[in-house]
């Protein structure tokens, strides 16, 4: 850690307060004989909140120059479990040849293992004791881009089209987590043209992200969407869309 003080003051001192935070507590770390440690006897009453709003440091610049270091030993232990965990998930993903459950598909088969997919047969079904599994009604690719995220965590999405099919097999095999990935990506990237569309999945798909997103760049749109040929389709056959719409319109 580097330092330069200004040559208009001499006589300013750079200091170094290092403190550690576990369990909420914070303490003073020493350093002796080039090391730093540490020890929770006595917390101090100071908390660190995510760090964010850390207490005001009232020092004088004439006594020398005065800044914190904080190191959270939670969350260092939390990420080196996470990235074991995550290693070893990334080596069954790329080790296929191990993998007990067969996806079949028209033309083309993805395997997967059982403890990654455990929640895909937690239902007593027949899937769950042959663990072969016909899939009919979600494309080879968007399924592999599934498994990819259970196995790594990871999304790699072209498009909105792409995404959206994504979305819906995330909620077909209730994956919470990549359906509100997918729903993050489709808010970025909303047109006039295509809100209305994804305002009809948010509504079906139940995903409260898209539906808030879309929702609003309607009404804030309405001029130019509300009087497409597809809007008075959404009129028709999904009222309670409608009136979510027409009120935030109103709000305006």
């Known amino acids: 850690m580097e330092m330069t003080l200004r040559d208009d003051k001499p006589n300013i001192k750079p200091s170094v307060g290092a403190l550690a935070s576990k369990d909420g507590d914070l303490n003073k770390m020493k350093y002796r004989s080039e090391k730093w440690t540490v020890s929770w006897k006595t917390p101090l009453l100071a908390k ?71 929640a895909m047969f937690k239902h007593n079904f027949k899937e769950n004791v042959e663990k072969v599994v016909e899939i009919a009604d979600i494309k080879w690719n968007i399924f592999a881009a599934l498994l990819r995220f259970l196995y790594t965590r990871e999304t790699d999405l072209e498009n909105t089209d792409a995404a959206a099919e994504l979305l819906v097999a995330a909620d077909k095999y209730a994956i919470d987590s990549l359906k509100e990935e997918c729903a993050a990506y489709i808010t970025q990237n909303l047109t006039v043209e295509n809100a209305i569309s994804y305002a009809v999945l948010a509504n079906l798909r139940h995903s409260v992200v898209l539906h808030e997103a879309t929702s609003e760049f309607i009404a804030r749109n309405a001029k130019f969407i509300c009087s497409r040929e597809k809007w008075m389709d959404v009129f028709k056959n999904y009222p309670e869309l409608t009136f979510v719409v027409v009120k935030r319109i109103a709000n305006f």
Not at 62 to 85: E, P, Y
Not at 92 to 117: I, K, M, R, S, W
């Open 48 to 118: 660190c909140i995510n760090c964010y709003n850390w207490p005001t440091r009232m020092y004088n610049y004439a006594n020398g120059v005065v800044f914190d270091v904080v190191i959270d030993f939670n969350h260092l232990q939390h990420h080196s479990v996470k990235t074991r965990s995550t290693q070893h998930l990334l080596n069954l993903y790329n080790n296929p040849e191990n993998a007990d459950v067969t996806f079949n598909f028209e033309n083309q088969t993805l395997l997967g293992h059982t403890p990654v997919l455990a």
